[in-house]
């Protein structure tokens, strides 16, 4: 048959897709190039795999049962290729991840630096981004898969357990609580206190932890997001609540202070969340392999089960 891999590339980016449009910008490629290809394809197959209208692409009959046996073609074959050094050496393509922010300053350069190294000609995009527009991108295939902390109750969305990370209290130096080690919620009462606005994911964790308390903290400045609130508490204008992994790496060099917050305690679980159902491609399968190991060397703590809830506040004992 005439055809090749890259007519199979653009068949199924218009079907992940459902538009020529955004599978062209998606493949870096023209819109009559991209019909070309499809059209090869068609020609060589000697059937129609898309309906056509002004307003929308649609894949037929022939074309659902074809993307199946096109992605497991392109898979089989990026897998065996992957596994010789010298022709990893020579792969192009791209992987995009999702992320919060929170994790690009941890274990994400790690796993990018060693997947550079084996794989230098693919290119990764990575898309950092609130919790919520996280989840969106995978949801609407914007992104390969993704990193954050919820998602778990998405029938559509996978959600594998990395690591558990703590909310602290975080405040200067000169800060009255600077020396303690622990301390309450109801302590902080009193406190020039600067908060996250309503609708960050990290908020809603909070504000859930505390839904039945009777003495939370008073804000005075409400930011919306995390590295706002660094930088406000770090100008000293008050003491803020924040994940753990969200202070910049080496906090502990005299410029803020992480006191662990007690009664109750909130955590919340940081994971991978792809598409259920859709292999991953073998080119963002390997990265997000590298991040399973990259974050594992990190995990603190027994391994954690795939039944956490990353929504679910947990409580000091």
Known sequence: ????????????????????????????????????????????????????????????????????????????????????????QRLSGEVTLACVPSAVGHFLPAAIGSYHQRYPQIRIRVLDEASSDVLLAVTRGDADFGVTYIGTQEADIEFRPLMEDAFVAACTSAHPLARRKRVRW?????????????????RFLIDQALAHSERRPRWFCEVNHVPALVSMVEAGLGIGVLPRMALPPGDGDGRL??????????????????????????????????????????????????SADPATPRRAK
């Open 1 to 88: 048959m005439n055809f090749d891999l890259a007519d199979l590339r653009a068949f199924l980016a218009v079907a992940d897709l459902s538009s020529f449009r955004a599978a062209s910008e998606a493949l870096h490629l023209s819109q009559s190039a991209l019909s070309r290809r499809v059209d090869k394809l068609e020609d060589a197959l000697g059937v129609q795999l898309f309906t056509r209208t002004t307003r929308k692409v649609e894949l037929t009959t022939v074309g659902r049962a074809f993307v199946h046996r096109a992605r497991n073609v392109l898979g089989e074959l990026e897998s065996a290729l992957l596994g010789i050094q010298d022709v990893a």
């Open 186 to 202: 109801d302590e902080l009462t009193g406190h020039a206190y600067i908060t996250l606005a309503q609708g960050s994911g990290n």
């Open 257 to 306: 202070h992480a006191i662990r917050l007690t009664d109750p305690q909130v955590t919340r679980t940081l994971g991978l969340i792809s598409r259920r159902g859709k292999p991953l491609a073998p080119a963002a399968r390997l990265f997000y392999d590298l991040l399973v190991e990259s974050a594992g060397g990190r995990r603190r703590g027994p391994a954690l089960q795939p």
